[in-house]
């Protein structure tokens, strides 16, 4: 079984550093050739389902990569980690790096890297455990990413999963044995 993991298309806050979560945004032309360049690595991937975070920019990375038109389940717990009251500021203001650190992350009313990461893996466990004849591509966001390559590697020792996030529109692939 093996997960194909790709990160949405650009957006005009990913170019101007501002903190993105929930809020609704659309790709940006940029967005829309990563994708599109991505496409062609996707269409030779051998996937028979879809699960993805029913956000704009995911699903709009998905209407681009998803030439196959496979059946596709939206699922909430592929939502970004929810910045809350933070989302929107420019990452250069606070310590963007600590908030992707367990025990350093809680910024205000921001769901913790705990929270995200329990939602994540128990999206994954199910995955397992209901879809072992598919290989499945996921269409998400950086720190969801994050969180299934932690899942995948191992959850770093020292707390900090800054450095394990995707570029815009980047595919990993994972393996289930």
């Known amino acids: 079984m093996y997960i194909y993991v790709i990160r949405h298309g650009q957006t005009d806050w990913n170019v101007e550093h501002k903190l993105l979560s929930h809020t609704d945004l659309p790709l940006n032309e940029e967005g829309r050739k990563q994708c599109e360049e991505a496409q062609k690595v996707i269409k030779n991937l051998d996937y028979n389902l879809v699960i993805s975070s029913p956000r704009l920019r995911t699903r709009q990375t998905l209407e681009i990569v998803n030439t196959k038109n ?3 389940i939206f699922d909430d717990r592929l939502v ?3 910045a809350r009251s933070i989302e929107g500021i420019d990452v250069s203001t606070f310590d963007y790096q ?6 350093k992350d809680e910024y205000k009313d921001s769901e913790t890297i705990e929270e995200c990461k329990t939602r994540v893996y128990e999206l ?9 004849d598919k290989n499945i591509l996921i269409v998400t966001h950086n720190g969801i990413c994050r969180m299934i390559h932690s899942y995948f590697n191992g959850f ?15 595919i990993r692939i994972y393996e289930i044995k």
């Open 70 to 72: 496979i059946e596709t």
């Open 80 to 82: 970004e980690r929810d």
């Open 98 to 103: 600590a908030w992707w650190t367990v025990g």
């Open 124 to 132: 994954l466990d199910e995955i397992k455990e209901n879809y072992k």
């Open 156 to 170: 770093p020792r020292n707390g900090r999963i800054f450095n394990t996030g995707f570029e815009n529109a980047e």
